[in-house]
């Protein structure tokens, strides 16, 4: 799996800030069931999110293009995601959005058919709630905030949410100014109400006692 490389994104972008030249590779392939790394699971936002082109070429962009990715919301997560990862002592983190190269014939299919085990293989799993701005984790639903979504965060509403709730064994919650607002396991009884999903399940995946990934993924039932 193509990975960032912690460090070196974030040293590449305080040579932008300094008006320094970078050539430094901020991706790598790496065999994810040896590489202890990060992942991330978000919300995408429209027409704010970095691909993988635009984060191997930053440098190379005319400035005005360089700086109107770097502004981008996606952008900033990525730092910020980063810098969690440091903080953490990983040298290695994986985000969907630029880390697969969706110009190969062959990548995003292989991507989609790894999903569950590069979750699974992670060593911690940052959900990044970008539509919580309080201190902790929304325990009761809140249709004036959440209204769009039965009362609960965005991110429950993605297909992908409930298989890298599932796989990742430590999910650490963010909200939208990634302060930690807790994990899965002490969330795992409102974890159970949002999803309608077992918290054994949730918080074990395969070592709940079901037999395949395939029986996990039959019982998801989040409501929209």
Known sequence: MLLLIVK?????????????????RVLEQRDDAQTAYAIVS??????????????????????????????????????????????????????????IDKRSSSEPSEASNSMYRWYENS??????????????????????QFGKFKGWPEW????????????ARDVQFFNKEWA?????RDLADTLEKITRVSKDILVSGLDSGVRSVAQIMSGLRIER
């Open 156 to 167: 429950f509403s993605r297909g992908w949410t409930l298989q890298e709730l599932i796989a």
């Open 180 to 184: 930690p607002i807790g994990n899965k």
């Open 8 to 24: 070196t994104v974030l040293d590449r972008d305080m040579d932008i800030k300094e008006c320094r030249t970078s050539q430094s």
């Open 123 to 144: 060593t911690k799993c940052y959900a990044y709630l970008h539509d919580v701005d309080s201190p902790t984790f929304p325990i009761e639903q809140n249709s004036e």
């Open 42 to 99: 978000h919300r995408w936002q429209d027409t704010q999110e970095v691909d993988y082109n635009e984060m191997v070429n930053l440098m190379e962009m005319q400035e005005g293009k360089r700086e109107e990715v770097r502004q981008r919301s996606g952008y900033q997560k990525i730092l910020a995601s980063c810098e969690r990862a440091m903080n953490d002592n990983f040298k290695w983190l994986w985000v969907d959005t630029c880390c």
